[in-house]
């Protein structure tokens, strides 16, 4: 049987793996392929793709992880096999970038203010290009030695509710379940463990989703016969992924790679439909 981790990020986010070097982990891992899913930017794809031409049977799937709201509520929207190159859809990536960097500018505004020496140009020379995130802020406190881990960054400064916290801009999940599908992608809903309301996620389902990741480190065991009921009742499919961001994993919400796979038959449809297999 082949296995497939369906949700992972490189430097193109915030991972701290290059693409190329996530295909070589992932074959290290004994894993058959992987989706990358970078937050809001489908910049490390053309590498991985040009990389495993060189790799035989290694299923690589462009993919990418949008931000999204719904009813005040973080909600995350992963695309697969999409049109990474649609001139539409990369606009609307730049524009989520460049509001990330404002986000950025008015989180480390706020920690001047707290006591913390840091400057934006010190965070950016963490992302090379890729988007800028609270993992890098908290990277430089942690190694300017301000604080001691990622956890402490986010639970007393950077979480919702923290001193340094800033919205960002997001689109709705709605909108992004549409632009997925419209540069021909399959939509799914990512990481349903960290979705407090489970009327949020029917309403999701309701709005076109294509699959839910019933299997993630933040999914209860508790729930997955909750989104297997979902995944039957409504004809969709079930994908899993680890989130993986860094060997070893150095946070609950994220595992290492191929720590959460699924079997390809779970998606055959998927990739049938694509081309990716006869």
């Known amino acids: 049987m082949k296995y497939i981790d369906m949700h992972t990020h490189t430097t193109a986010s915030d991972g701290t793996l290059t693409p190329k070097e996530l295909i070589d982990y992932a074959i290290e891992k004994e894993l058959n392929g992987v989706a990358i899913t970078d937050h809001d930017t489908v910049g490390g ?3 991985a793709m040009a990389y495993c031409k060189t790799k035989n049977d290694f299923l690589l799937i462009p ?4 931000s999204t709201e719904d009813l005040g509520e973080e909600i995350h929207i992963l695309g ?10 990369l606009k609307l990536l730049d524009l989520l970038q460049n509001e990330r960097k404002n986000r950025a500018h ?3 505004e706020k920690l001047n203010e707290l006591g913390f020496k840091i400057t934006f140009s010190e965070v950016e020379g963490l992302t090379g290009d890729g988007n800028i995130g609270r993992p890098h802020i908290a990277k430089v406190l942690i190694t300017k030695g301000y604080l001691s881990n990622t956890k402490e960054a986010f639970e007393k400064y950077l979480n919702k509710g923290c001193p340094a916290y800033v ?5 709705t999940p709605l909108e992004a379940i549409k632009e997925i599908k419209r540069i021909g992608g399959y939509a799914v809903v990512a ?15 309701k709005a076109g989703i294509d699959g839910i990741e019933v299997f993630h480190p933040d999914n209860s065991e508790l729930k997955y016969d909750y989104y ?6 409504n004809g969709l499919f079930i994908t899993g992924g680890s989130d993986f961001h860094t060997p070893p994993a150095k946070d609950r919400h994220h ?3 191929g720590s959460v796979r699924v079997p390809t038959s779970y998606i055959e449809v998927m990739l049938k439909e694509k081309g990716f297999i006869k």
Request: proline share 4%.
């Open 45 to 47: 794809i053309e590498e």
């Open 63 to 66: 993919g990418i992880e949008l």
């Open 80 to 89: 697969y096999m999409i049109d990474y190159q649609d001139e539409k859809f």
């Open 106 to 108: 008015k989180i480390i």
């Open 167 to 171: 919205p960002r801009y997001k689109i």
């Open 191 to 205: 990481h349903p463990g960290l979705i407090k309301s489970n009327e949020i996620l029917k309403h999701i389902v």
């Open 228 to 233: 297997l009921d979902l995944v039957e009742k």
């Open 255 to 257: 595992g290492d790679l």
